[in-house]
């Protein structure tokens, strides 16, 4: 079966990010764009577009101008984050590299492995984040303390 194929391969590709939760293996990735006169539609599907089973969706909205969010990082937790509007940044840490990331087209997604400090800044006027996450929420899979976060790297 091709989708238990899929699947399959994305259940590996999970264990080897486990292992490997360096920012070089938080990658953006092109989403589905269907192009229409009246508007256009991206979706994302289990199976299909992420290399997780998506248990939970959130949003940040109405977040003003010079705001951060994040400032943490997850123990287990993968997701993927898109500019559903506008557009912000998003600072990944992986405690030895730091990358700075863009997002300003809905079409596209940023693969956050755990084991990533992440910040979200620079957030344009009516920007919306949309996460797809691969946990329900569990705040015992956060960690929000920097020192804590290096522990954890074993740094
Ligand atoms: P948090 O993840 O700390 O937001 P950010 O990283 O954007 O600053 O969450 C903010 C608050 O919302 C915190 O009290 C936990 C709560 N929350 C939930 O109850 N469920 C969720 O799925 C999320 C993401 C947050």
Redesign the pocket.
């Known amino acids: 079966m091709i989708i238990s194929g899929i699947l399959t391969s994305f259940g590996v590709l999970i264990k080897m990010t486990d292992f490997l939760q360096d920012i070089h293996n938080c990658n953006v990735v092109e989403l589905p764009k269907i192009h229409n006169r009246s508007g256009n539609l991206t979706f994302v599907q289990n199976g299909l577009h992420l290399p997780f089973e998506v248990k939970?969706v959130?949003y940040?909205y109405d977040v003003p101008g010079g705001s951060e969010?994040?400032?943490?990082a997850h123990k287990t937790l993968h997701q993927l984050i898109v500019a559903a509007s506008g557009a912000f940044d998003v600072i990944l840490d992986d405690g030895v590299t730091k990358k700075i990331v863009q997002l300003n087209r809905p079409y596209y997604g940023l693969l956050l492995i755990p084991g990533i400090w992440r910040e979200?800044m620079n957030f344009s006027s009516g920007a919306v984040?949309l996460?797809l996450?691969s946990e329900?929420?569990n705040?015992d899979d956060?960690i929000?303390d920097y020192s804590v976060f290096k522990k954890f790297k074993n740094l």
């Not at 969010?69 to 943490?72: E, Q």
């Open positions: 939970r959130y940040l969010r994040g400032g943490h979200l984040c996460v996450a329900k929420y705040p956060y929000r």
